[in-house]
């Protein structure tokens, strides 16, 4: 009987040993399942951290794509705007070229119209007139 009785102690220490070892790799498992848990949060935070910043780095690409664009586009019609403003010049030019030819015609027209007027012409005019 007493071998009987060790016998049960000694079952129940390797017992309460296996209870032990398997209570041990129980929280081991749960510390690991613990730690990915946290490595998978952590995770998720840092692509949810990438994804603000990469949205907010395609925010600012975007405004500046849409400034370039606008740029872009001033810069196309600024040829454009020059040829029209230089047509307007030249036309300008043009009509005041005319302008002057007709003014150096009056002076003209109006300086022998003064010429013919002077009292000594007209004199010289009348001499010729009755010879």
Do not use: W
């Not at 730690?35 to 780095?57: F, G, I, K, W």
């Amino acid at each position: 009987m007493v071998e009987a009785a060790a016998l049960c102690d000694f079952l129940r220490i390797i017992i309460r040993r296996g209870e032990l070892f398997i209570q041990m790799l129980d929280d081991k498992q749960r510390f690991r399942h613990a730690q990915r848990d946290e490595l998978e949060a952590s995770a998720r935070r840092c692509v949810s951290v990438l994804n603000d910043e990469l949205r907010s780095q395609i925010d600012v690409l975007s405004k500046r794509g849409e400034t370039t664009k606008t740029e872009h586009q001033e810069i196309v019609e600024r040829p454009a705007e020059l040829n029209n403003a230089n047509s307007t010049l030249q036309a300008a030019k043009t009509k005041t070229e005319l302008d002057l030819q007709v003014l150096h015609v009056l002076r003209v027209v109006v300086s022998i119209a003064l010429y013919l007027m002077l009292p000594s012409h007209i004199d010289s005019q009348m001499t010729k007139v009755k010879h």
